[in-house]
């Protein structure tokens, strides 16, 4: 079975950075896309980021300028760099891929932004 490991989440004070990876067990590059969903409280599961196979990116307006997405395909891996954080952005983090009508999440890892 497909197994998507998150880390690097954690509690930042506001304007400060992380960095998330996504650990796969096995070779990300034939996934159509690999990405980011988070998910507030009493919010639904939003897409934060994602890229494609062929390296195409795509960004939730509100972290346009503020998070990038990479993948390493050699690394099984893909990282979400998030910088100048809000305290809006504090949400569970959950990585996923997709192939056809197949989709991967991963068990998600906590962003918790502070004033």
């Known amino acids: 079975h497909v197994q998507l490991q998150a880390y690097g989440g954690g509690l930042v004070q506001a304007g400060g950075s992380l960095r998330l990876s996504c650990a796969a067990n096995?070779?990300?590059?034939?996934?159509?896309?690999v990405g980011w969903y988070r998910q507030a409280p009493e919010k639904q599961r939003d897409l934060v980021a994602d890229?494609?196979?062929?390296?195409?990116?795509n960004y939730a307006d509100s972290v346009k300028g503020r998070f990038t997405i990479s993948r390493d395909n050699a690394e099984n891996t893909v990282y979400l760099q998030m910088n100048s954080l809000e305290p809006e952005d504090t949400a569970v983090y959950y990585c996923?891929?997709?192939?056809?009508?197949?989709?991967?999440w991963g068990q998600g890892t906590q962003v918790t932004v502070s004033s």
């Open positions: 096995r070779r990300i590059l034939p996934f159509n896309v």
């Open positions: 996923y891929a997709r192939q056809g009508y197949l989709n991967y």
């Open positions: 890229i494609s196979s062929r390296a195409y990116s």
